[in-house]
């Protein structure tokens, strides 16, 4: 799982997560405020922005892009997790790079 978040210098940054699992090998219960599904179409792309909220992005197919101010950049592929935490500061760029359309599950965090 890649952490997306706020740096204390404004710049969004990538941070490498374990997914939290308990003994059980489950994570724990996380509280959420809503989902939904996105279909995006084929070169979609968006400029520097922010994090509407917490949440986590689940890519169902296709590839994506995330980009941040120190130029760093993550592909993630169908099965991959972004959690989505930079709510501040300059943000991050997003760009569709497969050949079929990205389809991601976007679960909003309470």
């Excluded at 003994?23 to 994090?51: V, Y």
């Excluded at 120190?70 to 959690?83: C, E, F, N, P, Y």
């Amino acid at each position: 799982m890649v952490r997306l978040y706020s740096g204390e210098d404004g710049q969004s940054q990538f941070e490498d997560l374990d997914l939290p699992t308990g003994p059980e090998g489950r994570s724990p219960w996380q509280a959420a405020t809503g989902i939904s599904f996105h279909q995006h179409p084929l070169g979609w792309s968006m400029d520097w922005h922010n994090a509407p909220r917490r949440q986590f992005v689940i890519i169902l197919a296709g590839e994506v892009e995330y980009g941040v101010g120190d130029g760093s950049v993550r592909r993630l592929g169908a099965g991959d997790v972004l959690l989505a935490e930079d709510l501040t500061g300059k943000g991050h760029t997003a760009r569709d790079v497969s050949s079929q359309p990205r389809v991601s599950m976007y679960i909003s965090l309470a």
